[in-house]
């Protein structure tokens, strides 16, 4: 039984929208375990999400997952991954967020499309879910949970039904689907990678040695824990398919002005992953070189705020020839902090995961670097825990400029009344978190520290007016949004005053039904396979 006709407002539930940075892999490698080798790289891939975990295998019959609550370790025990025998498997890590936990939330989503069973894993965010979800259901599809995960994998089962083809309903589905995603799906006999037509999402291939198999990741962290090589990044736009076959590669939809997400370089990512040639240790040490020059500050010793501060802290101290040590002991197993859904447990999640070394700090004038502000809860918190422990002066540099607009695409702030750079000046923030000073990054300069992107003439020439095309996504600091953000979704999240640049282009699909899609093949790309 099926809701009937339902209207856009009527399917939206307060708060159950889906905003989290999470992580995926796919292995493909018949005569290895894959449920193991997945186990190992969600491992590496676990910083990106401490919410849930979940594995789903092929065995060349059927796809069985296993999936909960939970970090990797507290998931998965040695018989779960016994059980879990095959050829083919993904892996899913999820960065929990208020209003969308639950068991049902977590992934790989398990789904059914006729006698085919699939599984998928999702990183980023759908901006035009609500209205798919509501078509789908109009059509008669049933839905269990409000996830954008769940909407991707429905989609893609309708548009397989009409097209009788699994990768074609994938590419159907690419063409409507619109916002920052990077996915993996398994069927019982084959992996397939896909990518948002901008590449706000990081997917990466790579490939086990001696023919052994292929593996895709968000990071090549996960790459190198199972012992396979870059081979390339996956395609915005591209779907790759791998089975007995070996991988084949299609254009499914044109590709559109990159829009790398940033904050993968700033935050996210693990500083021993590479994009684009480039480790993100050596980016975010370029960026405290950076502001070292943009924004000097007299002291006795130069600290980072463990993990991501810790390479631009170094940077900022080599520059200036200051000395660089440790002044912040951190806790590794508590998760990370800005995740919790309340203040007051954002409060005691900082004082959980930190501790200041008081035999380093006491006595000393100390610039202290972290990645980013956002509510500027926690900065408050380390300039008031290193000046109870003995510190006399405390300067606070970011490496990054001021996150001020809010982000749509996969990262958990998604009203601007969260974000005190949209509320405060730098001098009010400045005396907010009781530091002696406080300095941002520039745009200018972090787009410096990050390797140059560029499409071909083609797609550089979709850029859109009063748009910079830099290969970036930069909408947290610039409030410039590569995707249109549809009124329903992005109603309510920004602060009297600010006007973003976001509603200028979508895809043609994504204005179309889903029945005219399903018809239309002019809203596919070339198909060229590779």
């Known amino acids: 039984m099926h809701e009937e006709n339902l209207t856009l407002e009527q399917a939206i539930a307060p708060d159950e929208s889906l905003h989290d940075e999470c992580g995926v892999i796919g292995i493909w490698a018949p005569d290895r375990d894959v449920a193991r080798m997945t186990y190992f790289g969600l491992h590496a891939l676990q910083h990106r999400g401490q919410e849930s975990a979940g594995i789903a295998v092929g065995d060349g019959t059927s796809v069985f997952v296993r999936k909960d609550l939970g970090l990797v370790t507290q998931v998965f025990s040695d018989s779960d991954l016994s059980a879990l025998q095959g050829k083919v498997a993904i892996g899913h890590v999820r960065y929990g967020t208020a209003g969308s936990k639950g068991w049902e939330s977590a992934q790989p989503h398990l789904s059914a499309i006729n006698d085919v069973i699939i599984a998928l894993a999702h990183n980023g965010t759908l901006v035009n879910f609500d209205q798919l979800r509501v078509e789908l259901i109009n059509l008669g599809v049933p839905f269990r949970t409000h996830t954008d995960s769940e909407v991707a994998a429905r989609l893609i089962g309708y548009f397989t039904q009409q097209t009788h083809h699994l990768r074609g309903g994938i590419a159907h589905a690419m063409a409507m689907m619109e916002g920052g995603y990077a996915m993996a799906l398994v069927r019982e006999n084959a992996l397939y990678a896909f990518r948002d037509p901008r590449g706000i999402r990081p997917l990466c291939l790579g490939k086990l040695p001696d023919e052994q198999g292929w593996v895709v990741a968000s990071e090549t962290c996960a790459l190198d824990i199972v012992g396979a090589e870059y081979v390339r990044d996956i395609r915005p736009g591209e779907i790759l398919r791998i089975s007995d076959?070996?991988?084949?590669?299609?254009?499914?939809?044109?590709?559109?002005?990159?829009?790398?997400c940033i904050f993968e370089d700033v935050y996210f990512a693990r500083p021993d992953s590479r994009f684009h040639g480039r480790s993100v240790y050596s980016m975010r040490y370029a960026m405290g070189r950076r502001l070292a020059h943009e924004a000097p500050a007299e002291a006795d010793l130069v600290i980072g705020v463990p993990d991501s501060g810790l390479p631009p802290a170094e940077g900022f101290a080599r520059e200036l020839g200051l000395p660089f040590g440790e002044g912040l002991i951190k806790n590794r197993y508590v998760a990370r902090t800005f995740i919790q859904p309340t203040q007051e447990l954002r409060e005691m999640g900082v004082r959980l995961k930190l501790n200041a070394l008081s035999d380093n700090v006491a006595g000393k004038r100390l610039v202290v670097i972290d990645d980013s502000i956002v509510r500027g809860t926690t900065s408050k918190q380390i300039v008031r825990m290193l000046k109870d422990a003995g510190a006399t002066e405390?300067?606070?540099?970011?490496?990054?400029?001021?996150?001020?607009?809010?982000?749509?695409?996969?990262?958990?702030?998604?009203?601007?009344?969260?974000?005190?750079?949209?509320?405060?000046?730098?001098?009010?923030?400045?005396?907010?978190?009781g530091a002696d000073s406080l300095a941002f990054l520039s745009v200018e300069g972090l787009l410096a520290c990050v390797p140059e992107l560029t499409d071909d003439a083609e797609t550089a020439s979709r850029c859109p007016a009063g748009h910079t095309c830099d290969g970036y996504c930069k909408a947290c600091f610039t409030g410039e949004y590569p995707v249109e953000i549809p009124t329903t979704f992005s109603s309510g999240k920004f602060l009297d005053g600010y006007k973003p640049k976001n509603l200028s282009h979508a895809s043609v699909a994504s204005h179309m039904s889903i029945e005219d899609v399903a018809q239309d093949e002019s809203v596919l790309g070339s198909g060229e396979k590779a």
Request: proline share 9%; hydrophobic share 30%; aromatic share 8%.
């Open 245 to 260: 076959d070996g991988p084949i590669s299609e254009q499914a939809i044109d590709p559109e002005p990159r829009a790398e």
């Open 394 to 433: 405390v300067h606070m540099r970011i490496n990054s400029p001021e996150v001020t607009w809010p982000c749509f695409y996969g990262i958990d702030t998604d009203t601007q009344d969260q974000l005190i750079s949209a509320r405060k000046s730098v001098e009010e923030i400045r005396d907010y978190i």
